[in-house]
């Protein structure tokens, strides 16, 4: 099995790039995030030609996640269970966000991610993705306990880079997200909670990204960071027999300002 996940940044910009990265790569299951769309707008018969199954969630032109898989998809869930609600404006109620979708691929299950992004230290938004976090640690250690052998993958976008080797140059964030105690603190607690971050041992740092902003030149400059994780239950940890970060993806007009991360799973 050829796991994939990709931060698209817009599924409805860059369906063309996704169709032919999926076949050039053959993917048999992509976790997509940032789709930017509705349901309505979600280009599926593109994939679907393709032989490709789709299961979306979005609600406007923010967030969004997606799974497309040629090896079937089923108990296809919107969000997990204690999954934190935001609200944009003063005085207006909590929702969901589109920010997770779990569905089993191949007898894996697979859960797209799109971590709020937490703007900064001072803002509501952090403390958001913080209790989101926090929330799916709880979730993710919870599968674990009802089947320890499950083969589960937490995937996406987790706007954190966990080491130093992370980010290109560490003093650039000081004061800044991605890099604060108390997210990487969060990320350890996934990991911990029995998830390995099954790619680092395949593409060794430093200097390894999945992420380059579009400003100030930052991928020509390799300035970049590895915010992008395929995260492995000890079932899907051990089934895992390579990796790679997909950097060709970044290039050229039109590209994402996420590179693919692929895993290969034995049988």
Not at 25 to 44: I, S
Not at 138 to 163: C, F, K, R
Not at 172 to 181: A, D, G, L, M, R
Request: charged share 25%; hydrophobic share 40%; net charge negative.
């Amino acid at each position: 099995m050829r796991l994939a996940t990709w931060n698209v940044n817009s599924i409805r910009s860059r369906a063309d790039r996704v169709a032919a990265f999926l076949q050039r790569q053959d993917v048999d299951v992509l976790a997509l995030q940032e789709t930017k769309c509705r349901d309505d707008q979600f280009p599926e018969m593109m994939f679907n030609a393709l032989g490709y199954e789709v299961a979306h969630v979005g609600h406007s032109q923010w967030n969004g996640v997606a799974i497309l898989s040629r090896i079937g998809i089923t108990d296809v869930e919107l969000g997990f269970p204690g999954m934190p609600s935001w609200s944009s404006k003063e005085g207006q109620d909590p929702a969901s966000e589109a920010r997770a979708l779990g569905a089993t691929c191949g007898g894996v299950r697979v859960w797209s991610l799109y971590v709020p992004n937490g703007r900064t230290l001072a803002d509501p938004h952090y403390r958001y993705k913080l209790e989101w976090l926090a929330a799916l640690r709880s979730a993710a250690a919870g599968w674990l306990a009802e089947d320890p052998a499950a083969p589960v993958a937490l995937v996406g976008d987790w706007n954190i880079a966990p080491e130093n080797d992370d980010v290109w140059d560490i003093t650039v964030f000081t004061h800044s997200t991605h890099v604060s105690p108390a997210e990487r603190a969060a990320f350890r607690a996934v990991v911990e909670a029995g998830y390995a971050d099954v790619v680092r041992p395949y593409a060794p740092g430093p200097g390894v990204y999945t992420y380059w902003d579009y400003t100030q030149l930052r991928f020509p400059r390799r300035e970049g960071m590895r915010i992008d994780f395929v995260l492995g239950s000890p079932a899907l940890a051990a089934r895992t027999t390579g990796a790679l970060i997909d950097r060709e993806e970044r290039k050229g007009k039109g590209a994402s300002d996420h590179a693919p991360v692929i895993v290969e799973l034995a049988d």
